[in-house]
């Protein structure tokens, strides 16, 4: 157990939804990561936080939206869904704002129909 | 820009033999290196890193791996492999200048033959 909690764990929805992903980090981590996990792309980030400001970015699309809150949770917006959409998102954190060993999540898998 | 290749998609070995799963990455300044290893229907775990100094560094499960800076690899080892070793194991470059953001490799999947 590595201490990040990620809800919910599968999320089964439409095309052209909205959904939210929630992630608790490990207790006393400022950072928190967002990556995308498919069969064709691989493990991609998607974004950073680090004690609520933006850190870093990756190839996110305009669609999906991050942010973290005051109690360091962080919530992973998705909208106008598409099928490609499907994949895991993991969520990760770190104590840091800079490279250093990231806890993942068990991650939420989401299928888009 | 930074990148990461595995260049083996899928190994099979028999157990207790070794092991040696490749990971060659693209970086301009000394890179900070990972291995982690995804279990199904698991997060990552790490398995080790490196940073800087000794080049060879030991992880746990029996794991180790060697950065060499000429070849451009962060090879992962294991002398004698176990049937739980089988999951799926990614390499991952940090930059050092883009916040922690880490580059994965595709992954190579391990399976062990009894």
């Known amino acids: 157990d590595s201490g990040v909690t990620q809800t919910p764990k599968h999320l089964i929805t439409a095309t052209g939804q909205r959904v939210t992903l929630r992630c608790s980090p490990r207790?006393?981590?400022?950072?928190v990561y967002w990556y995308q996990q498919s069969l064709d792309q691989g493990l991609q980030f998607l974004i950073q936080y680090y004690n609520g400001e933006e850190r870093a970015k990756g190839n996110i699309l305009e669609r999906f939206s991050a942010q973290q809150f005051p109690d360091l949770h962080s919530e992973l917006n998705l909208s106008s869904l598409e099928l490609g959409d499907s994949a895991l998102y993991f969520c990760a954190s770190s104590p840091y704002a800079g490279v250093d060993t990231q806890y993942f999540g068990p991650g939420t898998r989401l299928t888009v129909l | 820009a930074q990148s990461v290749t595995q260049p083996d998609i899928h190994i099979t070995v028999s157990e207790g033999a070794s092991l040696e799963l490749r990971c060659n990455y693209s970086y301009g300044a000394t890179p900070y290196l990972f291995w982690y290893v995804q279990s199904p229907g698991q997060g990552l775990q790490l398995l080790l890193k490196y940073f800087s100094g000794d080049t060879l560094v030991q992880g746990i499960k029996g794991f180790e791996a060697e950065f060499k800076r000429s070849q451009s690899s962060f090879n992962l080892r294991k002398p004698s492999v176990h049937w739980s070793d089988a999951a799926e194991y990614f390499c991952a470059v940090g930059a050092g200048n883009q916040g922690g953001k880490l580059i994965f490799g595709q992954g190579t999947e391990l399976s062990v033959k009894p």
């Open positions: 207790s006393g981590d400022l950072s």
